[in-house]
C-alpha cells in the first residue's frame, strides 16, 4: 500500500522560512515523479513544484519560483520542499504527489496523494 505522509507545516510570519517533508512507503521513489501542490480556503487545488527522481530535474509554478526549493532523498525515499521568503497569499493546505510520469505539472497514470499538512503565513 502506498503511502505519503506530509509533516513540516505551521504557523509562521510573513518572510519566514518552512521545510516541509513527505515520506513515502510502499513505492519506491529513484525513478518517478514527486511534487507538491497547494489549496488555498476557496480556491482549487494548484501545482507547486514538481522534480524528476531520476535525474534531479526540478520544475516550479512562477509564484514560487525563486523561493522554493524541492528536494528529495532517494535512499530515505523522502520529498522535501524548502520555502523561503514565505507570503500571506502562500497560506494553504500542502500536499505531496507523486506518480509514475509526467510533464512538468501534468501527472499521468497511477498518482498518490499525501492528506496534507497546513502553512499559515500571517502579514
Known amino acids: 500500500q502506498v503511502q505519503l505522509v506530509e509533516s513540516g507545516g505551521g504557523s509562521v510570519q510573513a518572510g519566514g522560512s518552512l521545510r516541509l517533508s513527505c515520506a513515502v512507503s510502499?513505492?519506491?521513489?529513484?525513478?518517478?515523479?514527486m511534487g507538491w501542490f497547494r489549496q488555498a480556503p476557496g480556491k482549487q487545488r494548484e501545482w507547486v513544484a514538481t522534480?524528476?527522481?531520476?535525474?534531479?530535474?526540478?520544475f516550479y509554478a512562477s509564484s514560487v519560483e525563486g523561493r522554493f526549493t524541492i528536494s528529495r532523498d532517494n535512499a530515505k525515499n523522502t520529498l522535501f520542499v524548502q520555502m523561503n521568503s514565505l507570503k500571506p497569499e502562500d497560506t494553504a493546505m500542502y500536499y505531496c504527489?507523486?506518480?509514475?510520469?509526467?510533464?512538468?505539472?501534468?501527472?499521468?497514470?497511477?498518482?498518490?496523494w499525501g492528506k496534507g499538512t497546513l502553512v499559515t503565513i500571517s502579514s
Open positions: 510502499g513505492y519506491t521513489v529513484t525513478s518517478t515523479c
Open positions: 522534480i524528476y527522481t531520476s535525474n534531479g530535474r526540478t
Open positions: 504527489t507523486l506518480a509514475d510520469y509526467c510533464v512538468r505539472d501534468n501527472y499521468y497514470g497511477e498518482q498518490y
